[in-house]
């Protein structure tokens, strides 16, 4: 009921009231991105929404363009060249995440939910076993339970399960947790390594 109803009216007006304060600031990393590196300023990909329905996120270029084509594709790691000098700061603070406001107030995200993952990794959706599949029954978010729990240290199938925990325990309380755990994270730069060779995911 709270996912189905009021969640939503929530994010609305938060997404709305932060329009102002984050487009000045997603206006300075706007023109900061163009001065730093050749290429367009938002980075938008497909990703699985809820119900396995396809959408483009939007974040800020942090890689050089077309920068999926070459070296490790969809994975990066600390140090890999095609991350931009402003790219790696915009990771380390997530300042790269605050056009996913647009998403937001388009209804295909929300402020908390699990992490949408592209169209065709870990797998397709349509192999996803029912019980990996619970994940996608609501909106996913700009953040979630497994980011706060592990982030991108955690393996794809850790995340699910944490994922789903919060599926089947979401509330105003849990969001408002998971949120404040964000903003911590951010703060002490926790977990952006993968769990592989000690280099971070995209």
């Keep these: 009921m709270y996912e189905k109803t009021f969640k939503r009216t929530l994010d609305l007006i938060l997404a709305l009231a932060l329009a102002i304060p984050f487009g000045i600031v997603g206006l300075i990393v706007a023109i900061l991105i163009k001065v730093d590196s050749k290429g367009h300023i938002f980075f938008k990909q497909e990703r699985l929404g809820q119900d396995g329905k396809i959408f483009k996120i939007f974040k800020f270029r942090t890689m050089i363009e077309n920068a999926m084509s070459v070296g490790s594709g969809l994975s990066t ?3 890999d060249p095609r991350v931009t000098r ?14 996913q406001l647009i998403n937001v107030i388009k209804g295909e995200m929300s402020f908390v939910g699990p992490r949408p993952p592209v169209p065709y ?3 397709k959706y349509k192999d996803y076993s029912s019980k990996e599949k619970k994940r996608f029954n609501v909106r996913p978010g700009i953040t979630g339970y497994a980011q706060v729990k592990g982030r991108n240290s955690l393996t794809w199938a850790e995340r699910f399960v944490f994922d789903n925990e919060y599926v089947d325990s979401q509330s105003l309380l849990l969001d408002l947790k998971i949120v404040s755990l964000t903003l911590y994270k951010i703060v002490k730069s926790e977990n952006i390594h993968g769990p592989n060779r000690r280099k971070k995911s995209n």
């Design 86 to 99: 402003l790219g790696s700061i915009l990771r380390k603070t997530s300042l790269d995440e605050i056009p």
């Design 121 to 123: 990794h870990p797998k």
């Design 77 to 79: 790691f600390e140090g």
